[in-house]
């Protein structure tokens, strides 16, 4: 059987695949997210109101992606923030500067991803990045330019 192609998912991909009904593309791979990206995915999604109009598509997206958690499709990546620290800096501090914020602004799932990207270099992993958002794929592709990357509309494009 051949080897599956492994992913570090960001939930903007995550949920670009939800959306379109393609998340089962998912299983074609070993799909990691760091441990902030599965809070956006799934825990988030359940502390959306029950009176809000977009409850019962919140629900039904979270309830997705704890399924495909629970079953392995989607793993949460332990991330060793003391052993990335200098790559979380630096990632915090370009994309604060690329998106002309603060650095405490920056959503810590995007940290993780730089986080988690350093982990699976380091562990001599064979991986693609997977994620929508322009801006950190840039800063990214700066730190890490031997990583490849995608986009959900490669997956199933």
Do not use: W
Request: some cysteine.
């Amino acid at each position: 059987m051949p080897r599956r192609k492994v992913l570090l998912a960001d939930s903007s991909s995550l949920i670009a695949l939800d959306r379109t009904g393609k998340l089962s593309v998912l299983r074609e791979f070993v799909t990691f997210v760091p441990p902030a990206v599965k809070k956006e995915i799934v825990d988030k999604a359940l502390a959306v109101r029950p009176d809000s109009p977009f409850y019962p598509d919140a629900l039904a997206s979270a309830n997705r992606f704890r399924y495909f958690i629970e079953r392995g499709d989607i793993q949460v990546l332990t991330i060793d923030h003391a052993s990335h620290g200098g790559v979380l800096d630096r990632a915090r501090r370009r994309l604060a500067r690329l998106e002309d914020s603060r650095e405490d602004r920056v959503p810590k799932a995007d940290l993780e991803m730089a986080a988690g990207t350093a982990q699976l270099v380091e562990d001599g992993q064979d991986f693609e990045v997977l994620c929508e958002d322009r801006a950190l794929v840039k800063v990214l592709k700066q730190i890490f330019p031997q990583v490849s990357y995608l986009t959900s509309e490669d997956l199933v494009g």
